[in-house]
């Protein structure tokens, strides 16, 4: 399989209709599912395993980590900041949390509980809200909340799919 482009080499354009907020969110909430579905059967101890970066657990601790940043980014749209709150792009916090040593189960329930405060929160979001712009720090390019929302699906996305690639067994 082509190997996955490293997270911090994306780049973004945010030039979609406020139109695709209904997808952006189902794609937020899929997250839960998909991690659950994929994860339903995996073992703890395989989960753990560090070949080459992160474990499984580690990639799902991860997701849970950053439910923080995303939260306050959400803040900083509705406080009009000019400027999002920036990433810790050495993930110190991912790295010192232990991940290896807790369960998938606990590390599920936590993702599922923090996705869904912020589900519950944006989910009757309108379009003056859903058009604020700040600046994104990293990237250094302004986006809207609704470029925001769907940054973390992407970013989402590309975890589950690191995960879904240490679990999945050669053929034969």
């Not at 699906?153 to 679990?167: M, P, Q, R, T, V």
Request: proline share 4%.
């Amino acid at each position: 399989m082509i190997p996955q482009t490293p997270w911090i080499e994306r780049r973004f354009t945010f030039d979609f209709p406020l139109g695709m907020f209904p997808v952006i969110f189902s794609r937020l909430e899929g997250s839960i599912f998909r991690l659950y579905s994929l994860l339903a059967n995996a073992d703890e101890e395989i989960c753990s395993l560090k070949t080459i970066g992160w474990s499984a657990k580690e990639h799902l601790g991860h997701l849970c980590d950053l439910e923080d940043l995303w939260w306050k980014r959400l803040q900083d749209f509705v406080q009009n900041k000019e400027v999002l709150t920036a990433a810790d792009i050495t993930n110190q916090r991912t790295t010192q949390a232990n991940h290896n040593e807790k369960t998938l189960e606990h590390l599920l329930e936590l993702f599922s509980m923090e996705r869904q405060k912020t589900l519950e929160a944006i989910y009757n979001f309108d379009e003056d809200l859903l058009s604020k712009t700040s600046l994104h720090p990293r990237l250094n390019q302004p986006m809207r909340l609704i470029d925001s929302l769907f940054f973390v699906a992407e970013h989402d996305d590309h975890h589950i799919s690191a995960l879904s690639n240490l679990l999945r067994k050669p053929l034969g």
